[in-house]
């Protein structure tokens, strides 16, 4: 890479205030020059995101940064790290793609990754592929830790409607009065009752809400989405 290759620096924060070691504006942007000047590529700006979550691209600056790729304005994009251009493995192949079509290298100096050269687009690769199986892992153990919690009567989450919590603060035991209301809604729900009927129905017969409020369509609703969720 020489100085005529145009290369722009991103850095994001997501708070305001963040000054972890490491993960600060100042300590990214530093990084960044450095690693202009060892490949002597001309960093012309660096693009900041403040207070901006890497949970999506819908970034300001993240925006700009595409629209001078898109326009060929760029050679390179060099980041401090890669969790500050994204944490979705969907997003960052998104951008890889992206970048490729446009023949824009990413230089990432935490991971030293450079997709310029074959050898730093293979790594990349694999290091995508690795992070979403771990993804897709620690997914499934949480599944199947909730659902054996669930078999075991244990709390997983907010209480269910027609449930409460048992004097060992873990498990989960019926509520009768709870259990009588639930009961009639899937009653005349199986009835083919409206949910509006169904709420005027129960404050008819004094059945109350957890909160001891008058039934509505919506908390027919939310007990009906709870009880198919458990």
């Not at 401090?80 to 944490?87: M, S, V």
């Not at 290298?105 to 050269?117: H, K, R």
């Not at 809604?185 to 005027?200: F, N, S, V």
Request: proline letters at 2%; one cysteine or more; glycine letters at 6%.
């Amino acid at each position: 890479m020489d100085l005529t290759m145009k290369a722009i620096g991103y850095a994001r924060v997501s708070t305001d205030k963040q000054a972890d070691r490491g993960v600060s504006l100042e300590a990214q942007a530093e990084k960044i020059r450095a690693m202009a000047v060892v490949h002597n590529a001309n960093l012309f700006d660096i693009i900041v995101d403040v207070g901006e979550s890497a949970k999506s691209l819908n970034r300001p600056g993240m925006a700009r940064l595409l629209a001078l790729v898109d326009a060929g304005e760029v050679q390179t994009v060099i980041i401090a790290k890669l969790d500050r251009l994204t944490r979705s493995v969907k997003d960052l192949c998104t951008l890889l793609e992206r970048f490729e079509r446009r023949s824009v290298a990413l230089i990432s100096v935490a991971e030293s990754l450079d997709t310029g050269c074959a050898a730093g687009r293979l790594v990349l690769n694999i290091m995508t592929a690795v992070s979403q199986w771990e993804r897709e892992a620690i997914g499934e153990r949480t599944r199947d830790a909730l659902s054996h919690k669930r078999s075991n009567g244990e709390r997983v989450g907010n209480i269910p409607f027609g449930s409460r919590l048992a004097d060992d603060g873990e498990h989960l035991e019926p509520d009768p009065l709870e259990q009588a209301a639930l009961t009639e809604i899937r009653r005349l729900r199986t009835e083919g009752t409206a949910m509006r009927t169904i709420a005027a129905n129960l404050n008819q017969r004094a059945y109350q809400t957890r909160r001891g409020t008058p039934w509505s369509l919506e908390s027919v609703a939310r007990v009906l989405k709870s009880a198919a969720a458990h």
